[in-house]
């Protein structure tokens, strides 16, 4: 099974997008959904996660702006990405852990232009 996530694009600051993350295939046991991002240079950072469908966990850096959701009937995990700004510009990774170890997703570029 593969997470393929989509939704990423060049957009203006002040704008927004919304992504997706969807596993290919059945999937089972997810505990965590997450999304990470990696900007050029720099180390990949935890964006936001949701527990058990419920608990979200958000950087500091986007709490306001983004909001995390998922479809528990559809193993599917969206983040909403509001007011986005340049620093918001990476590579976007969703990553789920499972009760057998965790996948990642392929990244989705999020360009923000000033």
């Known amino acids: 099974v593969q997470l393929q996530a989509s939704g990423g694009g060049l957009v203006q600051a002040g704008g927004s997008l919304r992504l997706s993350c969807a596993p290919s295939g059945m999937i089972s046991g997810i505990r965590v959904m997450g999304w990470y991002r990696q900007a050029a240079g720099s180390q990949r950072d935890l964006v936001a996660s949701v527990v058990a469908g419920r608990h979200k966990n958000y950087a500091d850096s986007v709490k306001g702006r983004f909001t995390i959701s998922s479809d528990s009937r559809q193993n599917t995990c969206y983040l909403q990405m509001d007011n986005l700004t340049p620093e918001d510009t990476a590579v976007y990774y969703c990553?789920?852990?499972?009760?057998?170890?965790?996948?990642w997703g392929q990244g989705t570029q999020v360009t923000v232009s000033s």
């Open positions: 990553k789920f852990n499972t009760a057998w170890g965790h996948i």
